[in-house]
């Protein structure tokens, strides 16, 4: 399958120059860390808590998932790419990477986060999951697309998240809101709305990212 080539290909390339994956880990440690010197010795209620979580996912995420189609352009691999293999498979292979990358990073961040701050405590478990697969999903399609229409720009970095977070805003506060739900121990019944929102929201992105993604590739 083309779409799983094209992922390993730029899975290798990511384990040769570890460029994402540097700067990500990078992000994380110097986020966490200026949360914790910023909170000090003070107690910071569950809800913050639950909000600040997802504040450090959005910020690590625009450190380095914007790589996914810019590393093809200072490679000059574009119009090779587009000679043997249709947008969907690049669209697809790509979002494959982005998928795992973001999966990896956020459960990183979920486990130190856990592990530095006593309030942060889900008191429902599976709510969280499904924040946090659903949460994942939407990022990654969003960012990928994202990250397509930024590549041809000249001021990558700056565009970066400028366009992604009017974009992201709806996830990120569905998402905050089910993490305060889940640390609050709501049920899933409570919670019904925000899912199907959440759960829209990739469906719609997913679905407008494979219809654009065309016109973008071969723009």
Known sequence: MKAVALFKKDLNSELRTRYAVNSLAMFIIVALSVIL????NEKISESLTGGLYWVVIFFTAMSGLSRAFVSEEERGTTLTLQ???????????KLIFNLILVFVMNSAITIFYSMLFEAFIIKNFFLFLSAFIFGNIGLAVSSTIIAAIIAKAGAKGTLYPVLSFPILLPLILTCVNLTIFSIDGMSFENSKYELAIIISYDVIMTTASYMLFDFIWKE
Do not use: D, K, M
Request: glycine share 14%.
């Open 37 to 40: 010197f910023s909170v000090g």
């Open 83 to 93: 000679l043997v293999s249709s947008p969907a498979t690049v669209f697809s292979g």
